[in-house]
């Protein structure tokens, strides 16, 4: 099992920034292949970014140039860097996880979530 706990949402004025954290505990293979979702009221569930084992990334058009995905040293702290946020980057942020073994696969479907951090930006 593995165990995620996000931190680092809040509210923050358009063109502003946040750093989100994910912190991964538990029976993880380092490294371990995980992304971050998001989900507004009344919308769906949406991959924002991910990241393989081997640390491909990849990014919805949404947020491309905006914002990073990145991992710790250790291998199991999961970062989103939020640059030049916009009023429909608002919604709240997963962090999930991947059981994959494989090294190269940037996964869409996760079997482990943390419970969301939320991100509002105002005008």
């Known amino acids: 099992q593995v165990q995620l706990v996000e931190s680092g949402g809040g509210l923050v004025q358009a063109g502003g920034s946040l750093r989100l954290s994910c912190a991964a505990s538990?029976?993880?293979?380092?490294?371990?292949?995980m992304g971050w979702y998001r989900q507004a009221p009344g919308m769906e569930r949406e991959l924002v970014a991910g990241m393989s084992r081997s640390s491909r990334t990849y990014y919805a058009d949404s947020v491309k140039g905006r914002f990073t995905i990145s991992r710790d040293n250790g291998q199991i702290t999961l970062y989103l860097q939020m640059n030049s946020l916009k009023l429909e980057d608002t919604a709240m942020y997963y962090c999930?996880?991947?059981?994959?073994?494989?090294?190269?696969?940037?996964?869409?479907?996760?079997?482990?979530w943390g419970q969301g951090t939320q991100v509002t930006v105002s005008s």
């Open positions: 999930a996880a991947s059981s994959t073994r494989a090294w190269e696969v940037i996964p869409r479907t996760y079997e482990y």
């Open positions: 538990g029976t993880i293979f380092r490294p371990i292949a």
